[in-house]
Each structure stands twice: as structure tokens, then as C-alpha cells.
């Protein structure tokens, strides 16, 4: 019998609610991350009594009711509202697009008088069935707000010009005609107090887990337990030996700095293309802080390299069909369970990551 019934592969959501379910289970897991600390891209670092962001922005939310009842069985979560704003040549607009913004766009009050503008503009571009991002923009919601509000943050987001992007990236903003300033559309949402790290704490809690440990170095990988559930990258599992994935990767440049409050808000976009950051994070915000001083990230776009942490997976025709013949090659080890979106080349947001570890979960051990 092997040492383990499952090696598991980072320490992030993923793998640690995975973890969890087994351990609770009675199976014996290793836990493994290349990285320093546990919780992969939700980390929070503690700076000035402030829990940052370590890898920019993470807001929980879900419509969910068994994601949100169990997220809330690890932390208790406070009520933050995701409201974060656009700025154009120095004016802030709202996101999601709503009466605000329309409002401080064409000096108009009412939805009717903003559909009517909308309506107008889409029809001029005469736009039937999108094919890009940018004719996606044009026909939700007509050329002004695309021109200074969606094309020069697009731009350095995926440094691609809009017209080769695919439509589906813009499916993500919100678009309402009322004066709601929350961003996401879902039932619950907040961040837990203390930061996710008190979430993954709990979550590895009397497992056993090794940091700054790769994978690759670890010499006994294949011996050490009879399954192993991998969250990295895919490719680079199978070496690479089919070709490279593609991703988008970000730079943040995070500061402190001395004073009490300096955007008065926790996310701030801009999207003038000559403005280098693509957005600016203040951390205290997430959970209502009163601390004397704050911190600060500038958040920078830009290609990934192997280098670099794989952020967003670039899901154009070309990477999706090389993450199919990939997903074929793992088909022929079943040993191997691959999760994640590293390990599924496909962006998730943290309630989908639980969700589907979840449901991992009960396909493995729960029979």
C-alpha cells in the first residue's frame, strides 16, 4: 500500500477544498505547492494590519446557496459590495454600466432617454451578428461608451487590438438601466473576514503539507500515492511536448502608503490605452478598514512567459483546440485527476472552483 491515497498538487481553493473532503473522509492526503504559502492566488498578506490582495483582487460571490452556506461553515464574511469605477481623461464613471453612467456620459436622467441613445448608436454601427469583441461592444452598447470606456482597457488587458479578440470576453461586464452600483449579479456576496487565508487554514487543517515544493523535483511523484490531483498548468504536466499554452500573466506594483484612505474606493479602472496600469486596487477597502495608513497595488497587464504566474487563459480557437488534444493525452493517465483552471485551462471563479472540487470529491471518495 502506498503512503497516501492522494498527492495533491497546489495549495490553492482547488486543492485545498479537495483535501478537506478526503481528510474528513479518513484518506490520507499530501498536500504540495511550489510556493511559499498555501492558498495559491487568493492569498492575503498581511501589511500594516491590512490582509492584501497578494495576487490582486478576489471578491466572492456566487447565487449558489451550497457554496455560500459552506464557504460561510469556514469564515464568517462580511457584506462588501463589489463597486468598482472607470476612469476616462480624468472623469470616473460607474461600473457596471448603469443610469450613473449613462447619466455622467450624455447628461440624461432616465432609462428611457438612455436606450434611446444606446438604440441609436447600435443601429448606426449596424452590427447583426458580432463576430470580435469589439463588434460585441458596438452592439450591446454603441460606439461612445465602447471608444472610452471598453476599447483602451481591453487593449492593454489582452495588449490585442479588439478586433481579434473573441466576443465572449465582453460578456462579462454588466449592463443595467437602473442606478445599481453592484457589480455582479449573484445573491451573495462578500469577502470573510480576516482574509481567505483564514479559509484555507481551516481547509488544511491536519493534512500534511509541504511548500516549496515543485511537483517536477519531487522524486517520489509517481511512487508516493495511489492518485494525484494536479492544479497546474497542463502542458506543462506533459512537458510542453504538444506546444505551449497560452495566458495572460499581471504585474503588481504595490506600495504603502501614509495616509488614511487614498482612492476612496478598493478597485478603480482606467482605460485611457496611454495610462500603463489597467487598474488600481486599495486593500482596506475589501473589509472596511480604518488603519492609519493604506496599501496600494497598481495592477499591470502583460504577455505571460514561463516565468511568470499564469493568470487568465487566452481561450481563442487556436488555445482551446491544442487544450483539447492536451485533455486527450491526460485521458491516458488515470491516475491522475486534473483540476483547476491551470489544470482545465478555463477561468473560474472561486465559487465554481469549490464547486467543482466538490463534485470531484464525490466522485472520488464520498461512495
Known amino acids: 500500500m502506498k503512503r497516501y491515497d492522494y498527492l495533491i498538487v497546489g495549495a490553492g481553493l482547488f486543492g485545498s477544498v479537495f483535501a478537506y473532503e478526503a481528510r474528513k473522509r479518513g484518506k490520507r492526503c499530501l498536500v504540495i505547492d511550489k510556493r511559499s504559502h498555501i492558498g495559491g492566488n487568493a492569498y492575503c498578506e498581511k501589511i500594516e494590519d491590512i490582509n492584501v490582495h497578494k495576487y490582486g483582487a ?32 480624468s472623469e470616473a464613471y460607474n461600473l457596471p454600466f448603469n443610469m450613473y453612467t449613462f447619466s455622467k456620459m450624455w447628461g440624461i436622467t432616465t432609462p428611457a432617454q438612455a436606450k434611446e441613445i444606446i438604440e441609436k448608436q447600435v ?3 449596424g452590427i447583426k451578428s458580432p463576430n470580435n469583441l469589439e463588434e460585441k461592444a458596438l452592439s450591446l452598447v454603441g460606439r461612445d461608451i465602447y471608444e472610452k470606456l471598453i476599447k483602451g482597457y481591453t487593449k492593454k488587458q489582452w495588449q ?8 465572449s470576453i ?13 457589480y455582479f449579479n449573484d445573491t451573495y456576496q462578500g469577502i470573510p473576514i480576516g482574509g481567505y487565508n483564514v479559509i484555507i487554514e481551516k481547509l488544511l487543517s491536519g493534512t500534511e503539507v509541504r511548500l516549496n515544493t515543485d511537483y517536477f523535483d519531487l522524486e517520489e511523484r509517481e511512487e508516493i500515492a495511489e492518485k494525484t ?5 497542463i502542458d506543462r504536466f506533459f512537458d510542453y511536448q504538444l506546444g505551449t499554452l497560452e495566458y495572460r500573466s499581471i504585474r503588481l506594483e504595490t506600495k504603502v502608503i501614509d495616509c488614511c484612505d487614498y482612492q ?5 479602472n482606467y482605460c485611457d490605452e496611454e495610462i500603463p496600469y489597467t487598474r488600481v486596487i486599495e486593500h482596506k477597502h475589501f ?6 495608513k493604506t496599501v496600494v497595488s497598481w495592477e499591470y497587464s502583460r504577455e505571460w512567459t514561463k516565468n511568470d ?4 487563459p487566452i481561450n481563442d480557437e487556436k488555445n482551446n483546440a491544442l487544450y483539447q488534444k492536451y485533455k486527450e493525452l491526460a485521458s491516458t493517465k488515470p491516475n491522475i485527476i486534473f483540476g483547476g483552471r491551470l489544470g482545465e485551462y478555463k477561468y473560474y471563479d472561486m465559487d465554481k472552483v469549490i464547486e467543482k472540487a466538490l463534485d470531484l470529491a464525490k466522485k472520488e471518495i464520498y461512495n
Open 264 to 268: 476612496g474606493n478598493a478597485v478603480i
Open 309 to 312: 504566474e499564469p493568470f487568465y
Open 229 to 233: 490531483i494536479y492544479t497546474g498548468p
Open 123 to 125: 443601429k448606426e454601427a
Open 58 to 89: 478576489h471578491i466572492f460571490h456566487t447565487s449558489n446557496k451550497e457554496i455560500w452556506d459552506y464557504v460561510n461553515s469556514l469564515a464568517k464574511f462580511n457584506d462588501f459590495i463589489n463597486s468598482p469605477l472607470a476612469v476616462y481623461k
Open 287 to 292: 473589509e472596511f478598514g480604518k488603519q492609519p
Open 160 to 167: 490585442r487590438e479588439c478586433n481579434t479578440l473573441p466576443p
Open 170 to 182: 465582453i460578456e462579462r461586464i454588466p449592463i443595467r438601466f437602473t442606478y445599481d452600483n453592484n
